[in-house]
């Protein structure tokens, strides 16, 4: 048995994406972040995840590591492994090109077949290197089959794979893995634990047999057991309350530094945050060809285009602003349908007021970041958040729902004390997040000492990695440790 402190541990970090590699939400930042930052502690941990299209560009810093041939029902399929080292910290490739030789990762009618694959081909990889972890820490739907393949195949082969314990990780409740009961014949063995509502749900099956269970906040821990918030799964989680941790994410502190980043205008500090950020606007309503009215707040939006993100309460108040010329307002990201061509209607409306890109640019984001004054966030549910607390390092103060992760994040600005590093509003309803964005407003205009304040103060606030790893740290030893 292990102590705590008396040995690094092995780790093998599963997840459907990680950035730099390949990224569609916040579950590819932290796949990167959490393992760099565990390899920092001393701990030896890997990166196992798809080789997908996107991947296919690094592959002249690749090696090849072998193959294995994975059997699903009636299906005989070959997962080639290939490996790479980025930030100290191994990366392995699971490639199948039938499965991943693909433009977009998940939303295909062969996810079912494509995941259990990748869970399966996890343990292959474990058995052609012989290299055992302690942990196998799964994230979301995509690995939740980690624990279930582990009980009922590899466990029993030998006493290495017997000892290895699971940690299954929430970023995300709404997207469960749900599928037609037939999924199960790919599973070579039947059971009920991945049994939902008549289907096979590969998040319940984790939930119900990983050693424990973590979401990515605190708040957002407690609010998955009510019936809102669980999307069916609170009982699930009610029966596992016992072993189900919140830990909130942290945010790489070198790859958004406004001191340093190579992408925006101007770089600026704490300190020099007044000059660099006007710098940084004035610059970047040139670059878009926005009205230069002098004092017209710049206000972001950049996100997923998701149902999570509360677009819904943003749709029919936004309007009303642009008519009145109240503030700039810029948009970064794509999804749902819908929501595209909202923004691209309020663009095409309001061509001098609002800016909307509807891509991914990395660079082009940190220049918005830079320049915003407020930055959007009023989310139906959020398990944590990360660009919140990437607008916060820009000095840009968030406008939040309280909910999951931003109330965790976001201490609402309180005009008595003077303190705060944004503004919040607790119920999902146009007219509140509205009064909201005027008290914002309001302050913006009438006290600037106070507002500047306030963006001083969310430059301050600092979610360290190290402090996520350390807590995942605990966790894992308190897994190890306990002997059931
Ligand atoms: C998902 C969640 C987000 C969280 C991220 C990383 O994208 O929606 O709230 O920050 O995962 O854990």
């Not at 001191?259 to 007044?274: A, F, H």
């Not at 930055?375 to 958040?385: A, H, I, T, V, Y």
Request: proline share 4%.
């Amino acid at each position: 048995m292990k102590e705590k402190g008396e040995k690094n541990m092995h780790i093998l970090f599963t997840s459907g994406e990680a950035y730099p590699f390949s990224k569609s939400g916040g579950l590819a930042d932290v796949a990167a972040a959490l393992p760099k930052a565990l390899h920092q502690l001393g701990h030896d941990v890997a990166i196992i995840t798809p080789y997908y299209q996107d991947v296919k560009n690094h592959h002249a810093q690749m090696n090849y590591l072998g193959h294995a041939e994975i059997v699903m029902g009636d299906h005989h399929k070959v997962a080639n492994y290939y490996t790479l080292t980025h930030n100290g910290v191994p990366y392995v490739f699971v490639e199948n090109d039938e499965f991943y030789d693909r433009k977009r990762y998940y939303g295909y009618d062969d996810d079912a077949m494509r995941f259990t694959f990748f869970n399966f081909a996890i343990f292959e990889y474990i058995k052609l290197t012989e290299n055992y972890p302690d942990i196998i820490h799964a994230n979301d739907w995509q690995t939740a089959l980690v624990p279930f393949f582990l009980d009922v195949k590899y466990r029993p082969l030998n006493p290495e794979f017997k000892r290895i314990k699971t940690l299954l990780s929430i970023h995300n409740l709404e997207k469960q893995g749900s599928y037609p009961l037939e999924t199960e014949k790919l599973f070579n063995t039947k059971n009920f634990t991945y049994i939902h509502l008549d289907r096979v749900n590969f998040l319940k099956c984790g939930i119900m047999r990983a050693n424990a269970i973590n979401t990515v906040s605190d708040n957002y821990r407690h609010e998955i057991l009510t019936r809102f918030y669980g999307f069916t799964l609170d009982g699930a989680l009610k029966s596992r309350q016992a072993d189900l941790y919140g830990i909130l994410n942290g945010l790489d502190q070198d790859l958004y530094d406004p001191s340093k980043s190579k992408n925006i205008y101007q770089t600026y500090n704490e300190q020099t945050l007044l000059i660099g950020k006007k710098i940084n606007k004035r610059e970047l309503i040139k670059e878009l060809n926005l009205d230069s009215r002098p004092n017209l707040p710049l206000v972001s939006f950049i996100h997923r285009f998701a149902r999570q993100k509360g677009i819904d309460i943003l749709m029919p108040i936004l309007e009303d602003y642009l008519k009145e010329k109240k503030f700039l307002f810029v948009v970064i990201g794509y999804g749902d349908a819908l929501y595209e061509q909202f923004f691209s209607e309020m663009q095409r409306k309001y061509p001098d007021l609002v800016y909307y890109d509807n891509t991914f640019n990395n660079e082009l984001s940190q220049k918005v970041y830079a320049a915003s004054d407020l930055f959007m966030l009023p989310s139906l549910f959020e398990p944590c958040g990360l660009n919140q607390m990437i607008a916060m390092k820009y000095g840009a103060l968030p406008i939040v729902r309280e909910t999951g992760g931003l109330k965790d994040t976001v201490t609402a600005y309180n005009k008595f004390t003077g303190v705060g590093v944004g503004f919040a509003f607790k119920n999902y309803d146009a007219t509140e997040f509205k009064e909201t964005i005027d008290q914002a407003l309001e302050l913006y205009h009438q006290d600037p000492d106070a507002f500047n304040d306030l963006k001083r103060q969310a430059m301050h606030v600092n979610h360290s990695l190290t402090k996520m790893a350390k807590q995942y740290d605990e966790l894992y030893h308190k897994i190890l440790n306990n002997q059931d």
